[in-house]
T-cell receptor, first 115, second 115 residues
Framework: DTGVSQDPRHKITKRGQNVTFRCDPISEHNRLYWYRQTLGQGPEFLTYFQNEAQLEKSRLLSDRFSAERPKGSFSTLEIQRTEQGDSAMYLC?????????????FGQGTRLTVV | GNSVTQMEGPVTLSEEAFLTINCTYTATGYPSLFWYVQYPGEGLQLLLKATKADDKGSNKGFEATYRKETTSFHLEKGSVQVSDSAVYFCALEEVLSGSARQLTFGSGTQLTVLP
């Protein structure tokens, strides 16, 4: 399977713990996005990488959220000191090239439950 | 800021019925518009897109026309099938800065088609 892969698929954590999610994009895609999706809502943009550069991070939900893409391949999203409101599906997407209108390919997401 | 508004669901239809899912947007300029579909247990997939006014996107029997006068991009299908049961998301492409772009989604519309 050469699609976007996310790991883990499900994560249950206690409030206050840190969690880290991984995304492996399609190999030739230089653009990578993280989104959050809560129940009954559409995906909400969090952050964007072009290769290893994080070009947009102002929409990360708080300073507890951070993301990296150290070698321009896989990416990680970390949430520190999790809160119950962080419970959601976290989606990763990748796109090729630099221009507009290219298709974004989404992973199946990581579902986070904070108890 | 940019936003997308979709008709609220859920929508339940009988097989072979006509489908319309309304989508309107608010944006600066004329963004590209998309419909994504999410089948149960799967990631978001691009269904169709339109990149400029009066363009019609089509795929798998679904169509949507970019109407700048009404800022709309309604999704239609003449005869739905049980296999079309899914959540449908309308989205626009937002320019972050330079060549950086990302998608802004509506809240999604759940479609159930009964045999």
């Amino acid at each position: 399977d050469t699609g976007v892969s996310q790991d883990p698929r499900h994560k249950i954590t206690k409030r206050g713990q840190n969690v880290t999610f991984r995304c492996d994009p399609i190999s030739e895609h230089n653009r990578l996005y993280w989104y959050r999706q809560t129940l009954g809502q559409g995906p909400e943009f969090l952050t964007y990488f072009q290769n290893e550069a994080q070009l947009e991070k102002s929409r990360l939900l708080s300073d507890r959220f951070s993301a990296e893409r150290p070698k321009g391949s896989f990416s990680t999203l970390e949430i520190q000191r999790t809160e119950q409101g962080d419970s959601a599906m976290y989606l990763c997407a990748s796109r090729p090239g630099q221009g507009p209108n290219t298709e974004a390919f989404f992973g199946q997401g990581t579902r986070l439950t904070v108890v | 800021g940019n936003s997308v508004t979709q008709m609220e669901g859920p929508v339940t239809l009988s097989e072979e019925a006509f489908l319309t899912i309304n989508c309107t947007y608010t944006a600066t300029g004329y963004p590209s518009l998309f419909w994504y579909v999410q089948y149960p247990g799967e990631g978001l997939q691009l269904l169709l897109k339109a990149t400029k006014a009066d363009d019609k996107g089509s795929n798998k029997g679904f169509e949507a026309t970019y109407r700048k006068e009404t800022t709309s991009f309604h999704l239609e299908k003449g005869s739905v099938q049980v296999s079309d049961s899914a959540v449908y998301f309308c989205a626009l492409e937002e320019v972050l800065s330079g060549s950086a772009r990302q998608l802004t989604f509506g809240s999604g519309t759940q479609l159930t088609v009964l045999p």
